[in-house]
């Protein structure tokens, strides 16, 4: 499998654990798709916005904005996507505010499992089958910025747990179909973002094994997030860790060892463990600076990766 | 300092963000009260096995288990009074609740076996949030701490933990569903359903069209199952949310000091002041030491490279510890004085020992 084949499909979900790093990744995948030419989407799931500091736009909300060329953002509201939602099945605007403006509505909407992620990801299925005059699709990659790990993988299974809660009816044909979309590997992927760490290195070794065991939805990219450059070969470190311990610059060469040496044996540890999961390491920036022209260096870095991994 | 903030309180909650050392902060907070010959309790939700493993057990129990003493003698502390720790099950807290609120057995079977108990239960957000809170709350009424560690669920968004109660009785108001149903059961044991006039007829039937019918069905069934459990339900709810904003409950707020995290923290920060809760404390976690200077001609020759390595390194220390204190001194513009600010300094080596929690405790 290349990585033309990973990057394919035209829906791309991202995960991983809290802090990793899920929202550069899905800015730095959505800036190289738009970078490629690709028309596309940037979503975020009823997020506390992020993306605005690294696209270096007005803060982004539940309508679509432009905000680079080929590339639109937008921050999913669930209960303004239930809105819409209704609005489309009811075709009334009548019908819809009785349904809707009604505090006992308002109470078995709440009441209904997963019913707030159905509508989102409804949203999306709705904008990923729009098509613009000449045929074409108005979205030909759309990026997901899903929610820390285990909400994450909830978040890709409401399609399944709706359809079981409902069984019959619209609600029930159209949860069955957004499950078609998520776990159809031509259609959709999921890339999983980790750092290099002890934990987030077991989490994500826990989560790909649940998403292999419960064939959820085709794996795409392993993303390992702020990597330190290793400035100490082995046989520097040796000559380091031996050096008398009185040398003024021992403590900053000793620390920078000791992480560079754990960040490698989890890359090894994660990399065995993920075979064949095609993988790419992001950079750590010292500075930890947000903002476009960080975006344009880690979009460059995973430009690079992709085209030696395809070479 | 965080002895002093500590001084009055039964509680600390520790608040903060996914990934930023929550769990190993207030794993250690509790290390620290317990020096001071307070007899304090650690909930934890995390199931990470290092934690265990550095309070010398293999796994953490769903309740509360003594620790040894002797395991941190050895690293210099000693603790002057019983120190616990606990897991939290959530499934199992929601369980607990039910099965006391409840009259009767065959009601308490009947909520269990209910779909939409076990949505509310494992999935519905904010329902974690809220049985963290109950379970504070029990805990503190059937035991005598003198302090309770609540390390809480990492929230998407600040405000969900500290309205979670309020969420969860909402969702439950049987107040809205009065209207919805019936509130009779007819002969053959089977409940109905019934909407207000004719708008709600109409309302009904686009509902059924979209759901089916049995959806309904089962929804009604456990509105009605939960009935008798509501009003003791609000009533505690109100007990442990006047616990929540009384004088006894402190909160502070665990963070890395990246410059991304600063608007998370702020966030969290702007929540508790704005509700009234008791803020102790802004914990940086991981804080980058700022590298004393080296002179290049102090740097070693041989091997070739090596002299190199470590000026890049010094470098990048330095521009990491001049970024994260830029981003905590940020904080003043917020209104935290910095002796609200506790700074934790990275550690060489990830915690993982009853010796790393000694030392980060002796930080607090």
Same mark, same amino acid.
């Given at each position: ?36 030419? *690709? ?31 080929? #590339? ?21 605007? @009548? ?7 009604? /505090?006992?509505? /308002?109470?078995? *909407? ?21 098509? #613009? ?41 159209? %949860? ?38 419960? @064939? #959820? ?36 060469? /000793?620390? @920078? ?5 754990? /960040? ?6 994660? #990399? ?20 476009? %022209?960080?975006?344009?260096?880690? %979009? ?7 085209? *030696?991994?395809?070479? | ?100 609120? +409840? ?17 509310? +239960? ?243």
């Amino acid at each position: 499998m290349s990585f033309i084949n990973t990057l394919d499909p035209q829906l791309h979900f991202i995960t991983g654990k809290g802090g990793v790093g899920k929202s550069t990744f899905a800015c730095t995948l959505a800036h190289y798709f738009a970078e490629q030419g *690709f028309s596309t989407l940037l979503v975020q799931i009823n997020a506390e916005d992020t993306h605005s500091r690294y696209l270096e736009c007005p803060p982004i909300a539940h309508a679509f904005m432009k905000v680079a060329p080929n #590339l639109e953002a937008i921050n999913l509201d669930p209960e303004e996507s239930l809105k819409e939602y209704l609005l489309l099945k009811l075709k009334s605007k @009548r019908l819809h505010r009785l349904l809707f403006d009604n /505090q006992v509505m /308002q109470s078995f *909407f709440r009441f209904m499992p997963s019913l707030p992620e159905l509508n989102m990801l409804g949203k999306i299925w709705y904008h990923s089958q729009e098509k #613009l005059p000449h045929k074409a699709y108005r979205y030909e990659k759309i990026v997901i910025d899903c929610p820390a790990t285990g909400h994450g993988l909830a978040f890709l299974q409401v399609g399944e747990m709706a359809h079981k809660s409902v069984q019959s009816g619209p609600i029930a044909q159209e %949860a069955a179909s957004i499950q078609e979309m998520v776990s159809n590997p031509s259609t959709s992927c999921l890339h999983v973002v980790t750092l290099a760490q002890d934990m987030p290195v077991q989490e994500t070794l826990g989560l790909i094994e649940t998403v292999k065991a419960k @064939r #959820l939805i085709g794996l795409g990219l392993l993303v390992i997030n702020g990597v330190w450059d290793v400035l100490f070969a082995p046989s520097l470190a040796k000559a380091v860790m031996q050096s008398d311990s009185n040398l003024e610059w021992k403590e900053v060469a /000793q620390r @920078r060892i000791l992480k560079e040496q754990e /960040q490698q044996l989890q890359i090894k540890r994660l #990399l065995q463990r993920t075979q064949p999961m095609k993988s790419v390491q992001l950079p750590f920036e010292p500075s930890g600076e947000v903002s476009s %022209a960080t975006l344009e260096l880690l %979009a460059a870095s995973l430009k690079s990766q992709l085209e *030696f991994q395809d070479a | 300092m965080l002895e002093k903030v500590l001084h009055k309180k039964s509680f600390l909650v520790c608040m903060g963000s996914g990934g930023v050392g929550k769990t190993t902060v207030s794993a250690a907070a509790g290390v620290l009260v317990a020096s001071l010959g307070k007899k304090t309790l650690i909930v934890t939700i995390d199931p990470a096995k290092r934690l265990a493993n550095a309070f010398g057990m293999d796994a953490l129990a769903p309740e509360p288990t003594q620790v040894d003493p002797k395991l941190f003698e050895q690293s210099g502390v000693s603790l002057r009074a019983p120190l616990s720790v606990m897991m939290l099950d959530m499934g199992a807290a929601w369980d607990t609740l039910i099965s006391d609120l +409840s009259p009767d057995k065959t009601q308490v079977n009947t909520i269990f076996a209910n779909r939409f108990y076990q949505y509310l +239960s494992r999935e519905l957000a904010g329902s974690q949030e809220f049985v963290a809170c109950e379970a504070l709350y029990r805990l503190h009424a059937e035991h005598d701490y003198d302090l309770i560690v609540l390390d809480t669920p990492p929230t998407v968004h600040a405000l969900d933990f500290l309205t979670a109660p309020a969420r969860i009785v909402s969702f439950l108001n049987q107040e809205a569903f009065r209207y919805f149903l019936s509130g009779q059961k007819s002969l053959a044991g089977k409940v109905g359903l019934r909407f207000l006039g004719g708008a709600g007829a109409l309302a009904q039937s686009v509902l059924e069209k979209l759901t089916g019918s049995r959806f309904l069905h089962e929804l009604t069934e456990f509105i009605h199952a939960l009935q008798d459990i509501y009003p003791p339900l609000i009533e505690r709810t109100q007990a442990f949310q006047d616990l929540l904003v009384s004088n006894e409950a402190g909160f502070c707020v665990v963070m890395q000091p990246k410059p991304a995290s600063m608007g998370e923290a702020e966030k969290l920060y702007s929540v508790i002041k704005q509700n009234k809760y008791a803020f102790c404390a802004m914990i940086a976690n991981g804080v980058m030491p700022a590298p004393k200077p080296v002179e290049s001609k102090s740097l070693p020759a041989k091997p070739v490279g090596l002299a190199k390595a470590i000026e890049q390194a010094y470098r990048e220390q330095s521009l990491i510890a001049q970024a994260e204190k830029q981003a905590l001194e940020s904080m003043q513009e917020w209104g935290v004085r910095s002796s609200f600010v506790l700074k934790l300094p990275q550690l060489m080596e990830d915690i993982h020992s009853p010796e790393g929690l000694a030392q980060l405790s002796t930080w607090l």
